[in-house]
């Protein structure tokens, strides 16, 4: 039987969807650099390397990093790049790689952070107390003289915070990797929650990037870092001391206060004050952050430098 010319044309335009989808994502994994860097190299061996030797000079660059990886993943999305994704766009137009259809995709955990600029995202106001760049930039360095143009700076933020997290005690949780730089850092598309925004604002926020409230409340155990916790053995480490600190009442940020407070979140608060499994859960908790609209694929490029994107 003959198929009408309508049908012909919905079947095509499915299949060559179908066959750009699997070509534009390429999923995260874990261990992804594996074999990928002059086949016996360890790369995360290589950052691990570079985060010890600054971490044994400074420890304070654990609550750097988290804080970079956070304000790198939580940058606006406009409706327009979730409307018309990479499937449409990349693909179709395989020419514009790295022109209109990167502009429009370029908003994750993408390293867009580490661009320098006029107007680039380091600029806006929370984005200026970050701190951390010369250790990202160190180990691009180290991996960029072993394999070139094979590391995304993306990963190095969140292999180098992993690295970071668990020398602070805070245990070690498997990365997944395979993400690629952003081509765009605007400081207008920085969208972090504000120290005063209600706890159900920023429990919206958090959902938009696919992360609930119990990723949320785990993800704000970062505190010990703002020096809530007085005990100096503990307040550098990644752990569940800053929900105790809470659960008496002694937030200093209104939003971690209302976490122990609020009906959305106390329940979480309670458990893990008095649980013990914290490090576990937090480490997951960092892998969907380290998930949220990330580039892989073809999309997106591997950057030389993580200040600047590639010349073309
Ligand atoms: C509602 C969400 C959040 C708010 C309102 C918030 C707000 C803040 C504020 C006001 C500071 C102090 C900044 C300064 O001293 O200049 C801070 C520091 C910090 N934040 Fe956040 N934050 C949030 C979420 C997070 C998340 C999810 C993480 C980590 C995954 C994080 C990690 C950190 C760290 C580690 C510091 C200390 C940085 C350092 O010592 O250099 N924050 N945050």
């Known amino acids: 039987m003959m198929m009408s010319s309508s049908a012909a044309l919905v079947l095509a335009l499915g299949l060559i969807l179908v066959n750009f989808t699997g070509h534009c994502h390429g999923a995260l994994q874990v261990g992804f650099y594996r074999g990928k860097c002059r086949l016996l190299v360890d790369v995360e061996s290589v950052v691990a390397t570079v985060v010890k030797a600054k971490f044994i000079m400074d420890p304070t660059i654990t609550p750097a990093l988290l804080r970079m990886q956070f304000h790198d993943c939580f940058v606006n999305v406009s409706p327009l790049t979730n409307l018309i994704n990479c499937t449409t766009i990349c693909s179709f137009m395989n020419k514009l790689k790295g022109t209109l259809c990167n502009v429009m995709i370029s908003k994750g ?94 429990v919206a926020t958090f959902a938009k990037k696919g992360l609930n409230a119990t990723d949320m409340v785990y993800l704000l155990a970062r505190d010990n870092a703002v020096n809530l916790d007085q005990d100096p053995a503990s307040s550098l480490r990644v ?14 940020l209104q939003i971690d206060q209302d976490l122990a407070t609020n009906s959305l979140t106390k329940a979480t608060v309670a458990k893990i004050a008095t649980g013990n ?18 580039l892989t694929g073809n999309q997106g490029e591997i950057r030389k430098s993580c200040r600047a994107v590639n010349k073309r």
């Not at 752990?239 to 200093?252: A, L, P, T, V, Y």
């Not at 499994?277 to 990330?294: I, L």
């Open 239 to 252: 752990d569940n001391s800053f929900f105790k600190q809470i659960m008496m009442r002694r937030g200093i």
């Open 277 to 294: 499994d914290f490090n576990a859960k937090f480490g997951e908790a960092m892998v969907k952050m380290g998930r949220v609209q990330v």
């Open 109 to 202: 955990c993408d390293a867009s952070i580490l661009l320098d600029g006029r107007a680039s995202e380091k600029t806006a106001p929370p984005n200026l107390s970050v701190r951390g760049y010369d250790v990202i930039d160190a180990a691009k360095a180290a991996l960029e003289s072993i394999c070139p143009g094979v590391v995304s700076c993306a990963d190095i933020i969140a292999m180098a915070t992993r690295d970071a997290v668990s020398l602070s005690g805070g245990g070690r949780y498997n990365v997944e990797t395979g993400r690629k730089d952003g081509f765009v850092s605007l400081a207008t598309n920085v969208n972090l929650p504000g120290p005063d925004i209600p706890l159900a604002q920023s």
